[in-house]
């Protein structure tokens, strides 16, 4: 499996990007999927979930009600639609494949990440 993330860039606090995770590979279609971020300095956080079928979803507190994830399996794609950004969400954002379905999840496939930077 393997991971592509992209919608990356530099927004005003307030703003919205969508970020995008295209992924190869047959089971993809068939795995859960995640976004993880990782600020300057700090651990990597969840951030949000998605099972295969798009049935149930998680979100970390932080961006419960502002974050959406989806998915498109005939694309192989999940995506993550933030919106209401504030500099606390600057990071690097990194989408995640064939994850346990746990609080936070636990996953296999990583992709190379994207850099998110919230301007005040």
């Known amino acids: 499996v393997q991971l592509q993330a992209s919608g990356g860039g530099l927004v005003q606090t307030g703003g919205s990007l969508r970020l995008s995770c295209a992924g190869s590979g047959r089971t993809v279609s068939r795995a859960h999927m995640a976004w993880f971020h990782q600020a300057p300095g700090k651990e990597r956080e969840f951030v949000a979930a998605?099972?295969?079928?798009?049935?149930?979803?998680q979100y970390s507190d932080s961006v419960k009600g502002r974050f959406i994830i989806s998915r498109d399996n005939a694309k192989n794609t999940a995506y993550l639609q933030m919106n209401s950004l504030r500099p606390e969400d600057t990071a690097v954002h990194y989408c995640a494949a064939v994850c346990s379905w746990h609080s936070p999840p636990v996953c296999d496939y990583w992709g190379q990440g994207t850099l998110v930077t919230v301007s005040s």
């Open positions: 998605i099972t295969w079928s798009g049935g149930d979803i």
